[in-house]
C-alpha cells in the first residue's frame, strides 16, 4: 500500500473513531489478562479455559447464527452459563479489545470497535466489571496485530506450548481442523490422539462429543478446537474435574505466521471460515498416516 493511501485509511479510521464514540459510551473496560498471564494461570493452576469472541457473543441472541453454528435455546442458555459461572479451576476468556486496543492493527482495532458498536449495550448485562477475565486471543496471536516480528511470536509460542509439553493430549476438533499436521506446534507433546467432530453444527452431537471426551480423556490435556461447541465444552469438562483448554484458531495462526501472511489466507488442507477461498482439503499424503493414527473416534453428524 503506498503511502497516501496508508495516511488516507488512517485518517479515514480516526475521523470514524470520533464519529461513532457514542455508541461505545457506556461500554465498560474489562479486567482482562495479558496473553501471557492468562497462559501462566492455565499451567500453573491447570486450569481450563473458555474463549469467548463475537461468534460465541452474536449467539447469545436468538436472531443471531453462525455459518458453520446454528443457534438454539439450549445453546444460548450454555453460553449464559458458562459466562456465568466461576470455577476455580476455570477461566472465562474475553477478546483483548474489551480491555484495550493498543496491540491492534488498523483494520482490528476497526472491527471490534464496529462490534461494540453494535452489541456492547446487549452483551454488557452478561459480564463482571469487577472480575478478571482471561485472553480470548491466546490462540489468535499473530494476524490482527501490530507486532507481527518473529520474535515476538516465537515467544508467544513457545510460551503456549508449555501448556502441553511432555503431556498426553487429546484434540477434540472438528473434521477439517487437523490441528499440528504440517508443523512443529505440538512436537513437544508426549503423545496426541484425536476425537473427530462435526466441522458444522457440532453442537447437535454435543452429548455424544462430551461423553467421549470424558471416556477418552482420563489423565489427559484435553485441547478443544469447535467453535462455541468448545467454549462449552471445555467449562462442562472442567466442573468434571477434567483439565481441557478451547485454543480453536492456534493451528491457522501458527500457519499464517510460518508463511508470514500478512491477511488471513486459505490453508490447504484447512477448512477456514474467515476466508472467502478456500483451498483443496486434500489431506497431503505424507501426513495422513499419522494423522489417522491419532484418531480414537469420528463422531458422526446428526441428522
Known amino acids: 500500500m503506498a503511502f497516501k493511501e496508508k495516511l488516507s485509511s488512517t485518517f479515514y479510521y480516526y475521523q470514524w473513531v470520533l464519529q461513532t464514540r457514542k455508541l461505545r459510551q457506556g461500554f465498560p473496560r474489562y479486567k482482562v489478562m495479558p496473553v501471557e498471564k492468562c497462559i501462566s494461570e492455565i499451567i500453573t493452576g491447570r486450569k481450563s479455559a473458555s ?16 455459518e458453520f453454528q446454528e443457534n438454539s435455546e439450549e445453546l444460548r442458555m450454555k453460553l449464559k452459563e458458562v459466562l456465568a459461572g466461576s470455577l476455580s479451576n476455570h477461566i472465562v476468556c474475553l477478546p483483548e479489545q474489551f480491555c484495550s486496543f493498543r496491540n491492534f492493527d488498523i483494520n482490528t482495532k476497526y472491527w471490534w470497535k464496529n462490534f461494540i458498536n453494535h452489541y456492547g449495550k446487549r452483551i454488557a448485562p452478561f459480564l463482571d466489571i469487577q472480575r478478571t477475565y482471561g485472553n480470548a486471543f491466546i490462540s489468535r496471536f499473530y494476524i490482527g496485530f501490530k507486532d507481527k516480528s518473529e520474535s515476538r511470536i516465537k515467544r508467544t509460542v513457545n510460551t503456549l506450548k508449555r501448556i502441553w509439553d511432555e503431556k498426553d493430549i487429546l484434540i477434540i476438533e472438528g473434521r477439517y481442523s487437523r490441528l499440528g499436521i504440517g508443523n512443529d506446534l505440538f512436537s513437544n507433546a508426549k503423545s496426541i490422539e484425536r476425537i473427530i467432530c462435526p466441522e ?8 455424544d462429543i462430551y461423553e467421549a471426551a470424558r471416556f477418552y480423556g482420563e489423565d489427559k490435556l484435553i485441547l478443544a478446537a469447535l467453535g462455541p461447541t468448545a467454549t462449552i465444552l471445555c467449562h462442562d469438562l472442567a466442573k468434571a474435574g477434567f483439565w481441557a483448554v478451547d485454543i480453536g484458531h492456534i493451528d491457522i495462526e501458527y500457519m499464517w505466521f510460518l508463511r508470514k501472511a500478512t491477511e488471513k489466507t486459505p490453508i490447504p488442507g484447512r477448512h477456514l471460515n474467515e476466508t472467502e477461498q478456500q483451498e483443496s482439503l486434500d489431506l497431503p499424503e505424507e501426513y495422513a498416516e499419522n494423522y489417522i493414527k491419532s484418531i480414537l473416534l469420528q463422531i458422526p453428524r446428526s441428522a
Not at 474463549?51 to 453462525?66: A, T
Not at 458444522?200 to 452429548?207: G, L, P, S
Request: glycine residues 8%.
Open 51 to 66: 474463549r469467548f469472541g463475537d461468534g460465541e457473543f452474536r449467539l447469545l441472541f436468538p436472531e443471531h447464527y453462525l
Open 200 to 207: 458444522k453444527h457440532a453442537f447437535r452431537v454435543y452429548q
